[in-house]
T-cell receptor
Framework: GAGVSQSPRYKVAKRGQDVALRCDPI?????LFWYQQALGQGPEFLTY????????KSGLPSDRFFAERPEGSVSTLKIQRTQQEDSAVYLC??????????????FGSGTQLSVL | AQSVAQPEDQVNVAEGNPLTVKCTYS??????LFWYVQYPNRGLQFLLK??????LVKGSYGFEAEFNKSQTSFHLKKPSALVSDSALYFC????????????FGIGTKLQVIP
């Protein structure tokens, strides 16, 4: 596709449910990032992939958060046993080079997660 | 740890006037600096970046930013604001050298008044 695609656009979950958020990066982009953006805040780093390798997961807030990119393209962010504090917009970004975030990032429109 | 400060929650400017959106940063070593813009219901879009070289960086839509190492600042500027520039602007920083994650500020809302 022409840009980074994220689905679903909106997700409502009951507390305790598991959710899976999908990111389709721009074809050929090596680097992929997940960010969490709470209301009125800037994006907070969650995790980084270079191809299929997860090189940095230091931003994942708890072991309920898990991300994968098994074939080096599509990525899934999974949140188990969702809590109200997980409510946020989850942004995916990709970049062409393997130098990671020093290159220009292309962002998707995000998935807005609301946990009730 | 690296950080970004955007001291103004909102900046209001009249159409046609120059605009400045402020950003200061803290990072170990030399910084890579970025500005991104976010329009309602859309993802962040890259505006410009400073890696090395000239302190004045030119980017998309007529925006520019000036890197000031002594003041650890990277203010975003535009000589003549347009109503369509109204959006949320994020400054971001990462340390130089290899992969380093990008840290974003909390954003500044720019309102251009017709």
């Amino acid at each position: 596709g022409a840009g980074v695609s994220q689905s679903p656009r909106y997700k409502v979950a009951k507390r305790g449910q598991d959710v899976a958020l999908r990111c389709d990066p721009i074809s050929g982009h090596v680097s992929l990032f997940w960010y969490q953006q709470a209301l009125g805040q800037g994006p907070e780093f969650l995790t980084y992939f270079q191809n299929e390798a997860q090189l940095d997961k230091s931003g994942l807030p708890s072991d309920r958060f898990f991300a994968e990119r098994p074939e080096g393209s599509v990525s899934t962010l999974k949140i188990q046993r969702t809590q109200q504090e997980d409510s946020a917009v989850y942004l995916c970004a990709s970049s062409l080079a393997n130098r990671g975030a020093n290159e220009k990032l292309f962002f998707g429109s995000g998935t807005q997660l609301s946990v009730l | 740890a690296q950080s970004v400060a955007q001291p103004e929650d909102q900046v209001n400017v009249a159409e046609g006037n120059p605009l400045t959106v402020k950003c200061t940063y803290s990072v170990s070593g030399n910084p890579y600096l970025f500005w991104y813009v976010q329009y309602p219901n859309r993802g962040l879009q890259f505006l410009l970046k400073y890696i090395t070289g000239d302190n004045l960086v030119k980017g998309s839509y007529g925006f520019e930013a000036e890197f000031n190492k002594s003041q650890t600042s990277f203010h975003l500027k535009k000589p003549s604001a347009l109503v369509s520039d109204s959006a949320l602007y994020f400054c971001a920083v990462s340390p130089s050298g290899g992969y380093q994650k990008v840290t974003f500020g909390i954003g500044t809302k720019l309102q251009v008044i017709p």
